[in-house]
Each structure stands twice: as structure tokens, then as C-alpha cells.
């Protein structure tokens, strides 16, 4: 588990620091350009961060008392960056950011939810087969057909359920809940609980 101690700033701020515990817990040091607040908790940082691939600064930024357990993973391309707000609560998210995405304070996003601000591919059947030329082990990276993004953002006190999927463009709404296995490719308006595929307000409405 890794926990930072509270106050630290600069190049301090990016190193883990073990709490003892019991088990193997994994202690590895973060990547540079990721800043973290006092109080946080990485649960796996090596397996949370092997896909990182963010040349931005910073290329993630998570706020006070935020908690990322394990199975949670920031996909993130050279052009991406991720923001999380205070005291959220990440229990095994896939986060897939080519562009920006942000999660306000106290979000609660539960297993195998995905957020993803791109589609990774083209949809076009000319270009996907260029895509998968350029990206192969023998291929040129810098020949990939521009993909389309657009930044997604998760308001304050938002819940998403186990395995919900939030795609390109989207914006929840303050408090809104996303019911497990919904997939969201629209805004949800605050306080709105959603359910389906597509994602569609719930005869309830609006959430308790």
C-alpha cells in the first residue's frame, strides 16, 4: 500500500511512502510528472501505472485523501492527463485518456468501471487498417490516422456502479448515480440516476 505523508511537496510529493501492513504490498516509486495530495492511498502503484504513458505536466494529479485500490489503471497517451479531485474514490477503474479527463471531489467509481476520453481506433474500415499497420511491432507509430477525443468529466459526489462504461464527450452531473454495467455516451444532468445501453434516466429519476 502507499501513502504519502501529509505535506509533502515538489519530488517528495511524487514518491511513495510504505505504511506497514501485513502482505506484500507494493511500494514503488511514481512517475515523475504524477502529483499527489496528503493523505492518498495507492494500493498497486506498479500494476496502477504500467500503461502510463503521459509526457504532460502533470500527467495526473489527484487531489487530498483520494484512494486508488487495486486493479484501478491510468492508460494514459503522451498527450493525456487526468485530474481527481478530493477525497474520490477509485476502486478498480480503467481510465483510457488520450485527451483530458477529470473527476470532481468525493466520486465513488466502483470494479471494472471504464472511463475512456477516445475511441483508440478509427472507425472507418480504410483507416483502422492504416491504424493497425502503423501501431504493429514493425510499424511507424507516427503514420496513425488522427483520432478523434474529447475530454470527459465526472462532477462532485457523482457514483458509478461495477462496470459501467462512461465514453468520449460525456459529463455526469453533480450527484448523479450510473447504475452497474450502464454505458454513457451522453451528458447526465445532476442528480439523475441512469440505467442501460445507452444509459437512460430511471423511472426514479432523480437519485436519493
Known amino acids: 500500500m502507499t501513502t504519502l505523508r501529509r505535506g509533502a511537496t515538489g519530488a517528495d510529493a511524487r514518491k511513495a511512502k510504505p505504511k506497514p501492513r501485513d502482505g506484500a504490498w507494493d511500494v514503488s516509486e511514481l512517475p515523475s510528472n504524477v502529483y499527489v495530495g496528503a493523505g492518498c492511498m495507492l494500493e498497486r502503484t506498479s500494476e496502477t501505472f504500467a500503461r502510463y504513458r503521459s509526457t504532460q505536466d502533470p500527467g495526473l494529479r489527484l487531489g487530498e485523501r483520494v484512494h486508488v485500490f487495486q486493479a484501478t489503471t491510468f492508460n494514459i497517451e503522451a498527450d493525456g492527463s487526468v485530474e481527481i479531485g478530493e477525497g474520490t474514490i477509485l476502486a478498480g477503474v480503467i481510465f483510457m485518456c488520450a485527451d483530458a479527463i477529470t473527476l470532481g471531489k468525493r466520486v465513488v467509481a466502483s470494479y471494472n468501471v471504464t472511463i475512456t476520453d477516445c475511441d483508440f481506433h478509427p472507425l472507418d474500415p480504410d483507416l483502422r487498417r492504416r491504424d493497425a499497420i502503423a501501431i504493429a511491432p514493425e510499424g511507424d507509430r507516427s503514420q496513425r490516422p488522427q483520432l478523434a477525443t474529447a475530454p470527459v468529466v465526472v462532477e462532485d459526489g457523482a457514483w458509478i456502479g461495477i462496470g459501467a462504461m462512461i465514453l468520449k464527450g460525456v459529463r455526469i452531473g453533480s450527484g448523479a448515480r450510473v447504475s452497474a454495467g ?24 432523480q437519485a436519493e
Not at 182 to 205: E, Q, R
Open 182 to 205: 450502464a454505458v454513457v455516451t451522453s451528458d447526465v444532468p445532476p442528480g439523475v440516476t441512469i440505467a442501460g445501453n445507452p444509459a437512460k434516466p430511471t423511472d426514479a429519476g
